[in-house]
């Protein structure tokens, strides 16, 4: 079975950049109809999708963090990565790394079917 395990800093001072990796075992990050992504859950509101990578590289961001997003692998390790530039309180989140998995003839049937347990990450001075 794929799961999925964050790591990375807990604590960011505010301007600095948000670096997470997902590191994944039970399978490759290079799998076919997979689309490995970030999203993340500030305090007492709901989850927010952040982006993702599909096995050929290609990213895909939310458009209201896509000038301050980057998402990169190294499959070598069987990872990918997030990082997040110029970061602010209103970051502070539980930041998920997730496996959307194609269920469908339908290249819009994708689910988020292995989910990392999550780690908070704090934004403060």
């Known amino acids: 079975q794929v799961q999925l395990q964050e790591s990375g800093p807990g604590l960011v001072k505010p301007s600095q950049t948000l670096s997470l990796t997902c590191t994944v075992s039970?399978?490759?990050?290079?799998?076919?109809?997979?689309?490995w992504s970030w999203i993340r859950q500030p305090p007492g509101k709901g989850l927010e999708w952040i982006g993702y990578?599909?096995?050929?590289?290609?990213?895909y961001y939310s458009p209201s963090l896509k000038s301050r997003t980057s998402i990169s692998r190294d499959t070598s390790n069987n990872q990918f990565s997030l990082q997040l530039s110029s970061v602010t309180p209103e970051d502070t989140a539980v930041y998920y790394c997730?496996?959307?998995?194609?269920?469908?003839?339908?290249?819009?049937?994708?689910?988020?079917?292995?989910w990392g347990q999550g780690t908070q990450v704090t934004v403060s001075s």
């Open positions: 997730v496996a959307y998995v194609k269920f469908g003839d339908s290249n819009k049937n994708f689910y988020p079917k292995f």
């Open positions: 039970g399978g490759s990050i290079t799998t076919t109809n997979t689309c």
């Open positions: 990578m599909l096995n050929s590289g290609n990213t």
